[in-house]
Protein backbone atom coordinates (compact mmCIF):
# COMPACT_ATOMS: atom_id res chain seq x y z
CA UNK A 1 0.00 0.00 0.00
CA UNK A 2 1.33 3.47 -0.91
CA UNK A 3 1.64 5.88 1.10
CA UNK A 4 1.01 9.45 -0.57
CA UNK A 5 2.07 12.82 1.41
CA UNK A 6 2.08 15.62 -1.70
CA UNK A 7 -0.71 16.49 -3.60
CA UNK A 8 2.05 15.96 -6.84
CA UNK A 9 2.52 12.17 -5.34
CA UNK A 10 -1.21 11.42 -4.99
CA UNK A 11 -1.77 13.06 -8.66
CA UNK A 12 0.83 10.31 -10.03
CA UNK A 13 -0.39 7.48 -8.76
CA UNK A 14 -3.27 8.46 -10.05
CA UNK A 15 -2.13 8.66 -13.10
CA UNK A 16 -0.39 5.42 -13.07
CA UNK A 17 -3.95 3.77 -12.10
CA UNK A 18 -5.20 5.12 -14.90
CA UNK A 19 -2.54 4.58 -17.32
CA UNK A 20 -3.28 0.86 -16.47
CA UNK A 21 -7.10 1.57 -17.29
CA UNK A 22 -8.23 1.44 -13.68
CA UNK A 23 -10.63 3.86 -12.27
CA UNK A 24 -10.05 5.17 -8.67
CA UNK A 25 -13.01 5.28 -5.07
CA UNK A 26 -11.85 7.55 -2.84
CA UNK A 27 -12.34 6.66 1.06
CA UNK A 28 -12.29 10.29 2.95
CA UNK A 29 -11.20 10.11 6.53
CA UNK A 30 -10.11 11.63 9.74
CA UNK A 31 -8.17 8.80 10.65
CA UNK A 32 -8.35 6.89 14.59
CA UNK A 33 -10.20 4.08 12.29
CA UNK A 34 -12.79 1.73 13.35
CA UNK A 35 -14.71 -1.01 11.49
CA UNK A 36 -16.99 1.43 9.80
CA UNK A 37 -14.27 2.26 7.98
CA UNK A 38 -13.30 -0.74 6.76
CA UNK A 39 -16.62 -1.20 5.53
CA UNK A 40 -16.51 1.94 3.19
CA UNK A 41 -13.55 0.41 1.91
CA UNK A 42 -14.73 -3.06 1.15
CA UNK A 43 -17.85 -0.88 -0.44
CA UNK A 44 -15.24 1.18 -2.65
CA UNK A 45 -13.44 -1.57 -3.79
CA UNK A 46 -16.43 -3.26 -5.33
CA UNK A 47 -17.18 -0.14 -7.31
CA UNK A 48 -13.70 0.78 -8.54
CA UNK A 49 -10.38 -1.00 -9.79
CA UNK A 50 -8.20 0.76 -6.96
CA UNK A 51 -8.92 2.68 -3.79
CA UNK A 52 -7.50 5.06 -1.82
CA UNK A 53 -8.71 6.05 1.23
CA UNK A 54 -7.48 9.69 2.54
CA UNK A 55 -6.44 11.00 6.20
CA UNK A 56 -6.99 14.35 7.23
CA UNK A 57 -7.69 15.99 10.52
CA UNK A 58 -9.27 19.01 8.68
CA UNK A 59 -9.33 22.26 10.89
CA UNK A 60 -11.94 24.28 8.59
CA UNK A 61 -14.28 21.79 9.82
CA UNK A 62 -13.98 22.48 13.51
CA UNK A 63 -15.58 25.07 15.57
CA UNK A 64 -13.97 27.07 18.57
CA UNK A 65 -13.93 25.48 21.64
CA UNK A 66 -14.04 21.81 19.69
CA UNK A 67 -11.78 18.86 19.74
CA UNK A 68 -8.74 19.42 16.90
CA UNK A 69 -6.34 19.56 18.91
CA UNK A 70 -7.17 16.81 20.79
CA UNK A 71 -8.66 14.46 17.98
CA UNK A 72 -7.09 11.22 17.94
CA UNK A 73 -4.01 11.11 15.55
CA UNK A 74 -3.61 7.31 14.89
CA UNK A 75 -1.54 7.11 11.65
CA UNK A 76 0.35 3.74 12.62
CA UNK A 77 -2.74 1.51 13.52
CA UNK A 78 -4.88 3.45 10.58
CA UNK A 79 -2.32 2.46 7.85
CA UNK A 80 -2.41 -1.23 9.00
CA UNK A 81 -6.19 -1.45 8.86
CA UNK A 82 -6.45 0.12 5.36
CA UNK A 83 -3.52 -2.00 3.99
CA UNK A 84 -5.74 -5.36 5.84
CA UNK A 85 -8.80 -4.10 4.21
CA UNK A 86 -7.56 -3.91 1.05
CA UNK A 87 -6.89 -0.41 0.52
CA UNK A 88 -3.92 0.42 -2.56
CA UNK A 89 -3.07 3.77 -0.94
CA UNK A 90 -3.36 6.56 1.20
CA UNK A 91 -3.80 9.79 1.18
CA UNK A 92 -2.13 12.07 4.58
CA UNK A 93 -1.45 15.31 3.83
CA UNK A 94 -0.64 18.31 5.88
CA UNK A 95 -2.88 21.35 6.59
CA UNK A 96 -0.18 23.03 4.10
CA UNK A 97 -0.90 20.78 1.72
CA UNK A 98 -4.34 21.07 1.56
CA UNK A 99 -4.87 24.99 2.23
CA UNK A 100 -1.48 26.05 0.45
CA UNK A 101 -2.26 29.94 1.58
CA UNK A 102 -0.36 29.60 3.89
CA UNK A 103 -2.41 30.17 6.77
CA UNK A 104 -4.50 33.03 5.66
CA UNK A 105 -8.18 32.90 4.33
CA UNK A 106 -8.29 30.24 1.98
CA UNK A 107 -11.61 29.94 -0.58
CA UNK A 108 -14.66 28.31 0.90
CA UNK A 109 -17.20 26.57 -0.61
CA UNK A 110 -21.21 26.37 0.95
CA UNK A 111 -24.11 24.71 0.10
CA UNK A 112 -27.12 26.73 1.00
CA UNK A 113 -29.65 25.88 3.82
CA UNK A 114 -28.20 22.42 4.61
CA UNK A 115 -25.17 23.64 5.93
CA UNK A 116 -26.88 25.87 8.63
CA UNK A 117 -30.02 23.15 9.37
CA UNK A 118 -29.91 20.07 12.11
CA UNK A 119 -26.06 19.84 12.90
CA UNK A 120 -25.02 22.89 10.84
CA UNK A 121 -27.45 24.99 13.15
CA UNK A 122 -25.03 23.71 16.40
CA UNK A 123 -21.96 24.16 14.99
CA UNK A 124 -21.83 26.98 12.63
CA UNK A 125 -19.18 26.89 9.69
CA UNK A 126 -19.24 22.74 10.22
CA UNK A 127 -20.49 22.02 6.94
CA UNK A 128 -18.74 24.58 5.03
CA UNK A 129 -15.39 23.38 6.26
CA UNK A 130 -16.53 19.46 4.85
CA UNK A 131 -17.53 20.99 1.71
CA UNK A 132 -14.63 23.06 0.82
CA UNK A 133 -12.28 19.96 2.28
CA UNK A 134 -14.01 17.03 0.14
CA UNK A 135 -13.95 19.35 -2.86
CA UNK A 136 -10.08 19.61 -2.79
CA UNK A 137 -10.04 15.83 -2.23
CA UNK A 138 -11.70 15.55 -5.09
CA UNK A 139 -9.83 18.03 -7.38
CA UNK A 140 -6.88 16.16 -6.35
CA UNK A 141 -7.39 12.35 -7.23
CA UNK A 142 -10.45 12.93 -9.32
CA UNK A 143 -12.11 9.90 -8.38
CA UNK A 144 -15.05 8.39 -10.21
CA UNK A 145 -16.49 7.30 -6.91
CA UNK A 146 -16.27 8.79 -3.13
CA UNK A 147 -17.32 6.55 -0.70
CA UNK A 148 -18.89 7.82 3.02
CA UNK A 149 -20.85 6.53 6.10
CA UNK A 150 -24.41 7.13 6.49
CA UNK A 151 -23.97 7.97 10.10
CA UNK A 152 -23.34 11.29 8.90
CA UNK A 153 -26.76 11.83 6.55
CA UNK A 154 -26.32 15.22 6.13
CA UNK A 155 -22.98 15.05 5.23
CA UNK A 156 -24.06 12.70 2.64
CA UNK A 157 -27.04 14.71 1.35
CA UNK A 158 -25.19 17.75 1.46
CA UNK A 159 -21.96 16.19 -0.18
CA UNK A 160 -24.19 14.78 -3.21
CA UNK A 161 -26.33 18.57 -3.42
CA UNK A 162 -22.48 19.90 -3.89
CA UNK A 163 -21.40 17.45 -6.63
CA UNK A 164 -24.58 18.64 -8.55
CA UNK A 165 -24.45 22.43 -8.16
CA UNK A 166 -20.68 21.76 -9.37
CA UNK A 167 -21.46 19.28 -12.38
CA UNK A 168 -18.63 17.00 -10.60
CA UNK A 169 -18.10 13.94 -12.04
CA UNK A 170 -17.67 11.95 -8.79
CA UNK A 171 -20.23 9.81 -8.03
CA UNK A 172 -21.12 9.89 -4.58
CA UNK A 173 -22.47 6.82 -2.66
CA UNK A 174 -23.11 5.91 1.00
CA UNK A 175 -22.30 2.93 3.16
CA UNK A 176 -24.58 1.72 5.79
CA UNK A 177 -23.62 2.61 9.42
CA UNK A 178 -21.60 0.08 11.33
CA UNK A 179 -23.15 -0.71 15.32
CA UNK A 180 -21.60 -2.10 18.35
CA UNK A 181 -23.69 -4.86 20.09
CA UNK A 182 -25.95 -2.64 21.85
CA UNK A 183 -27.10 -0.21 18.62
CA UNK A 184 -24.56 2.41 19.32
CA UNK A 185 -23.15 4.11 15.99
CA UNK A 186 -19.18 3.31 15.72
CA UNK A 187 -17.56 6.38 15.89
CA UNK A 188 -14.00 7.86 16.24
CA UNK A 189 -15.53 10.02 19.25
CA UNK A 190 -16.69 6.69 20.83
CA UNK A 191 -13.55 6.64 22.68
CA UNK A 192 -14.18 9.55 24.77
CA UNK A 193 -16.81 8.32 26.40
CA UNK A 194 -15.93 7.00 30.44
CA UNK A 195 -17.55 3.92 31.32
CA UNK A 196 -20.36 5.28 32.60
CA UNK A 197 -21.05 7.37 29.11
CA UNK A 198 -20.33 4.03 27.21
CA UNK A 199 -23.56 2.72 28.96
CA UNK A 200 -25.91 5.68 28.20
CA UNK A 201 -25.09 6.53 25.33
CA UNK A 202 -27.16 3.13 23.06
CA UNK A 203 -30.20 5.43 24.39
CA UNK A 204 -29.95 8.26 21.45
CA UNK A 205 -30.23 4.73 19.11
CA UNK A 206 -33.03 3.53 20.97
CA UNK A 207 -35.11 6.64 21.32
CA UNK A 208 -34.65 6.74 16.84
CA UNK A 209 -35.96 2.99 16.96
CA UNK A 210 -38.92 3.83 18.93
CA UNK A 211 -39.53 6.99 16.51
CA UNK A 212 -39.52 4.84 13.58
CA UNK A 213 -42.31 2.19 15.36
CA UNK A 214 -44.13 4.84 15.74
CA UNK A 215 -43.99 6.28 12.41
CA UNK A 216 -44.51 2.58 10.80
CA UNK A 217 -47.48 2.27 13.05
CA UNK A 218 -48.91 5.40 11.37
CA UNK A 219 -48.76 8.28 14.02
CA UNK A 220 -47.97 11.51 11.41
CA UNK A 221 -47.82 14.26 14.11
CA UNK A 222 -43.66 14.94 13.08
CA UNK A 223 -43.45 17.53 15.81
CA UNK A 224 -44.98 15.16 18.52
CA UNK A 225 -42.60 12.09 17.69
CA UNK A 226 -39.66 14.27 17.74
CA UNK A 227 -40.67 15.97 21.11
CA UNK A 228 -41.45 12.40 22.83
CA UNK A 229 -37.86 11.11 21.35
CA UNK A 230 -35.99 14.31 22.67
CA UNK A 231 -37.63 13.48 26.22
CA UNK A 232 -36.49 9.49 26.15
CA UNK A 233 -33.32 10.84 25.16
CA UNK A 234 -33.13 13.24 27.87
CA UNK A 235 -34.24 10.80 30.96
CA UNK A 236 -31.49 8.56 29.38
CA UNK A 237 -29.38 10.79 31.14
CA UNK A 238 -28.29 12.81 27.77
CA UNK A 239 -28.53 16.09 26.63
CA UNK A 240 -30.59 16.33 22.96
CA UNK A 241 -29.99 18.91 20.24
CA UNK A 242 -32.17 17.80 18.45
CA UNK A 243 -34.70 15.47 16.56
CA UNK A 244 -36.20 15.87 13.37
CA UNK A 245 -38.11 13.72 11.04
CA UNK A 246 -36.76 14.57 7.14
CA UNK A 247 -37.47 13.65 3.57
CA UNK A 248 -34.53 11.20 3.06
CA UNK A 249 -33.49 12.56 -0.53
CA UNK A 250 -33.11 16.33 0.25
CA UNK A 251 -33.87 16.38 4.59
CA UNK A 252 -36.70 18.93 3.89
CA UNK A 253 -39.40 18.87 6.20
CA UNK A 254 -42.21 15.52 5.02
CA UNK A 255 -44.69 16.51 2.37
CA UNK A 256 -47.73 14.91 1.54
CA UNK A 257 -47.36 11.42 0.71
CA UNK A 258 -43.47 11.49 1.47
CA UNK A 259 -42.78 7.70 2.16
CA UNK A 260 -38.46 8.00 2.21
CA UNK A 261 -37.71 9.31 5.56
CA UNK A 262 -34.77 10.00 7.91
CA UNK A 263 -35.04 10.09 11.54
CA UNK A 264 -32.13 12.15 12.55
CA UNK A 265 -30.78 13.31 16.18
CA UNK A 266 -27.78 14.34 18.11
CA UNK A 267 -27.26 14.61 21.21
CA UNK A 268 -24.19 15.63 24.03
CA UNK A 269 -22.90 12.86 26.80
CA UNK A 270 -20.69 15.13 28.83
CA UNK A 271 -17.90 16.24 26.29
CA UNK A 272 -18.81 14.05 23.80
CA UNK A 273 -21.48 14.82 20.94
CA UNK A 274 -23.26 11.82 19.51
CA UNK A 275 -24.75 11.97 16.29
CA UNK A 276 -27.29 8.54 14.90
CA UNK A 277 -30.07 8.34 12.24
CA UNK A 278 -32.62 5.76 10.98
CA UNK A 279 -34.47 5.14 7.56
CA UNK A 280 -37.90 4.46 7.27
CA UNK A 281 -40.19 3.52 4.14
CA UNK A 282 -43.72 4.18 4.79
CA UNK A 283 -45.99 2.28 2.95
Not at 100 to 120: A, E, H, M, R
Not at 199 to 220: D, T
Not at 261 to 282: K, M, P
Amino acid sequence: MKILRTSAAARRAVRAWRAAGGTVALVPTMGNLHAGHASLVDIARRHADRVVASIFVNPTQFGPGEDYARYPRTLRADTARLRAAGADAVFVPTVAVMYPGGGGPSTTVSVPGLSTDLCGAHRPGHFDGVASVVLRLFNILTPEVAVFGEKDYQQLVLLRRMARDLHLETRIIGGPTVREADGLAMSSRNQYLDAAGRRLAPALHAALRECRLQLLAGKRDWAALERRACRRIEAAGLHPEYVAIREARDLAPPGAGCTSLRVLAAARLGGTRLIDNLAVRLR
